[in-house]
């Protein structure tokens, strides 16, 4: 009996505590419902979660990666949205052959457009050396010109050789850079020398005082076009390769005759050397930038 009762008072608890759980809250009965969304964060994780995510090979765009990457060690991996991809079997991304031969594409396509530019710099390049060299030799002219003419002039006017060179000592031009000058007759003879080349003055090759050729539009490396009918301008090596630049002047009149004055080269064929060095670089300089732009321009477009 004690046993039955036992049992029964259990159960008669058991549902009053039920009840009173479930007991209606009437206050509440007119507030409106807000559905709510259930957050599962295993189950939203469990997309990339490596046990259950299958392997991925990107097609990458070319130059963007190296040939082979292996994707290991992660957690979970998230795909790159921008970027057109397949599913395989397999965790490695490799960029294929394909790719290779499009970034070969780009490059010649680039190389192609490139050339007249690279053309156009090379011209102009080679203007600009021409013309800053010729500026340069140009004016290694310019006391020459006065010194010839001068002398020539007072020659014409019945003045001697010895009058119009000057006297002291007598200047060395394969060490000097000191303007010289010399007078000589028809045939070529040195008549007056305020110079010594190898401890003798100097002598210009005959073919210098042949006024026949000096109306020809090229002497030498020389335009004639603008010099004086009596005068030649060039550039003279003795046997021993010393450089001078000389202007040969004829002496108007019965008289007859050359004046010729000179100096050494060197220090405007070094300057003509350290141009043509920047020259060199500045023109290798732009090649190389502007291929470059050419390239990447390319490959944005």
């Known amino acids: 009996m004690l046993g039955a009762k036992f049992v029964a008072q259990f159960f008669e608890s058991r549902i009053k505590k ?5 007991e209606s809250d009437h206050e509440k ?10 957050y599962y964060p295993r189950a939203k994780q469990s997309e990339y979660r490596k046990d259950s995510m299958e392997a991925e090979i990107r097609l990458l765009p070319p130059c963007d990666t190296e040939p082979s990457q292996r994707v290991a060690n992660t957690s979970y991996f998230v795909p790159d949205r921008h970027a057109p991809s397949i599913r395989a079997t397999g965790s490695i991304v490799i960029a294929p052959a394909s790719s290779i031969i499009k970034g070969m594409k780009i ?13 156009a710099i090379t011209m102009l390049c080679g203007l600009i050396h021409v013309t800053v060299q010729q500026n340069y030799r ?5 006391p020459q010109i006065q010194m010839a003419e001068d002398a020539a002039r007072y020659l014409a006017k019945d003045y001697t050789p010895a009058a119009v060179v000057p006297r002291g000592e007598q200047i060395d031009i394969a060490e000097s850079l000191v303007p010289w000058i010399a007078v000589y007759d028809t045939s070529g003879n ?3 020398s305020s110079a010594v080349l190898d401890g003798k003055p100097p002598v210009p090759p005959r073919g210098v005082f042949d006024i026949t050729h000096w109306k020809d539009p090229i002497v030498g490396h020389h335009l004639t076009a603008g010099l004086p009918a009596n005068e030649n301008r060039v550039s003279w090596q003795s046997p021993s390769g010393v450089r001078n630049a000389i202007v040969i002047t004829h002496i108007e009149g019965n008289k007859g005759g050359y004046v ?4 050494n080269m060197r220090e405007v064929e070094n300057r003509e050397g350290s141009l043509m060095q920047m020259i060199v670089l500045g023109w290798l300089a732009t090649l190389i930038g502007t291929v470059l732009a050419a390239v990447i321009a390319r490959r944005l477009s």
């Open 18 to 22: 039920f009840c009173r759980n479930h």
């Open 138 to 142: 140009q004016s290694l002219n310019d």
């Open 107 to 119: 490059f010649v396509g680039a190389f192609i457009k490139w050339l007249p530019l690279a053309l």
């Open 190 to 192: 040195i008549l007056e």
């Open 29 to 38: 009965d007119n507030c409106v419902f807000v559905q709510r969304e259930a």
């Open 260 to 263: 010729v004055a000179g100096r």
